[in-house]
């Protein structure tokens, strides 16, 4: 079984950075694509970005590129959404997510991730 503990959310002003981290334990993270996703109450899981096994590969929803880097450091089975130039609407609950081991690249559909964290709130005000 693969447990996610995601961190790192809170309250900024508009135009700040946020780092969230996403602790990884009982299965290895190395071997398996990452992704963060984050939903608001009353709309489905939006995708935010991925990040390939290596980290060689990333890909990023339109409304973040450019903002949002996710990385991933395997020796420390972690993952982080570096955030920054936040806007109100990047408001939301975020998720990191988990492919299944050997699936080394994954794309933006929740169902390809099949495991899940608590999710961290991320709030910014205008």
């Known amino acids: 079984q693969v447990h996610l503990v995601e961190s790192g959310g809170g309250l900024v002003q508009a135009g700040g950075s946020l780092r969230l981290s996403c602790a990884v334990s009982?299965?290895?993270?190395?071997?398996?694509?990452m992704g963060w996703f984050r939903q608001v109450p009353g709309k489905e899981r939006e995708f935010v970005a991925t990040?390939?096994?290596?980290?060689?590969?990333?890909y990023y929803a339109d409304s973040v590129k450019g903002r949002f880097t996710i990385s991933r450091d395997n020796a420390k089975n972690t993952v982080y959404l570096q955030m920054s130039s936040l806007k109100p609407e990047d408001t939301a609950v975020y998720y990191c997510?988990?492919?299944?081991?050997?699936?080394?690249?994954?794309?933006?559909?929740?169902?390809?991730?099949?495991?899940w964290g608590q999710g961290t709130q991320v709030t910014v005000s205008s």
């Open positions: 009982g299965r290895t993270v190395s071997s398996r694509a």
């Open positions: 997510a988990a492919a299944l081991q050997g699936n080394l690249i994954a794309g933006t559909k929740p169902s390809e991730y099949p495991y």
């Open positions: 990040i390939s096994w290596s980290g060689g590969s990333t």
